[in-house]
């Protein structure tokens, strides 16, 4: 079976910009969260979803929006993007909907550079 | 909300050595992950266990939940287990979000 699956792998934007970045979950896995990660840093908490509904959301700007489909996946995006939005982002997901009751598995994560 | 310290933060290891990287966390938690991450960015999954002990191969992880610590025990190293290791921790009824600690970077050379 498949992983968690991220796209585009890599990609440069400029100050301004806006982007999208899209996860497929594992088969059978309902709930999607996504992380950012800065160079040096540990993954950062931006949003869980489950059923299509937002039930998590970390300390990100409201330039960070996010959303599920029916078919589970899940789009971030960012707008105005700045210099500091430069990271790798990531996407994880699980069985339930409850992170506390199960194990998160990631995909191989976004590369954004912002110029 | 609750803090996840890793030690050493750096490692430097000759092949075939032995090591063991330690998590200490705030809170009581409901969940703990050990993750590699490997020079391409890829969290790679090591053991979910919050409380008890695990072995996989030549790694194995213990968490001490009432005392609030994890380790990660790594044998015999190989120059592939070089990466960065992280514990990650879900605590707090209804929390979703699961906190990362800043990383050991171990470098396993032959």
């Known amino acids: 079976d498949a992983g968690v699956t991220q796209s585009p792998t890599h990609l440069i934007k400029t100050r301004g910009q806006q982007v999208t970045l899209r996860c497929s979950p594992i088969?059978?896995?309902?709930?999607v969260s996504w992380y950012q990660q800065v160079l040096g840093q540990g993954p950062q908490f931006i949003f869980q979803?489950?059923?299509?509904?937002?039930?998590g959301r970390g300390n990100f700007p409201d330039r960070f929006s996010a959303r599920q489909f029916p078919n589970y996946s899940s789009e971030l995006n960012v707008n105005a993007l700045l210099l500091g939005d430069s990271a790798l982002y990531l996407c994880?997901?699980?069985?339930?909907?409850?992170?506390?009751?199960?194990?998160?598995?990631f995909g191989e994560g976004s590369r954004l550079t912002v110029l | 909300g609750i803090q996840v310290e890793q030690s050493p933060p750096d490692l430097i290891l000759q092949e075939g050595a032995n090591s063991t990287l330690r998590c200490n966390f705030s809170?009581?938690?409901?969940?703990l992950q050990w993750f590699h991450q490997n020079p391409w960015g890829q969290l790679i999954n090591l053991f979910y266990?919050?409380?008890g002990t695990k072995q996989n191969g030549r790694l194995s992880a213990t968490t001490v939940a009432t005392e609030r610590y994890s380790l990660l025990y790594i044998s015999s190293s190989q120059t592939t287990d070089s990466g960065v290791y992280f514990c990650?921790?879900?605590?707090?009824?209804?929390?979703?979000?699961?906190?990362f600690g800043k990383g050991t970077k171990l470098s396993v050379i032959p």
């Open positions: 088969s059978g896995h309902k709930s």
């Open positions: 266990i919050p409380s």
């Open positions: 994880a997901s699980s069985l339930l909907h409850r992170a506390n009751t199960g194990e998160l598995f």
């Open positions: 809170d009581s938690v409901n969940n």
């Open positions: 979803y489950y059923e299509k509904e937002e039930r």
């Open positions: 990650a921790v879900l605590s707090g009824a209804g929390s979703y979000q699961l906190t």
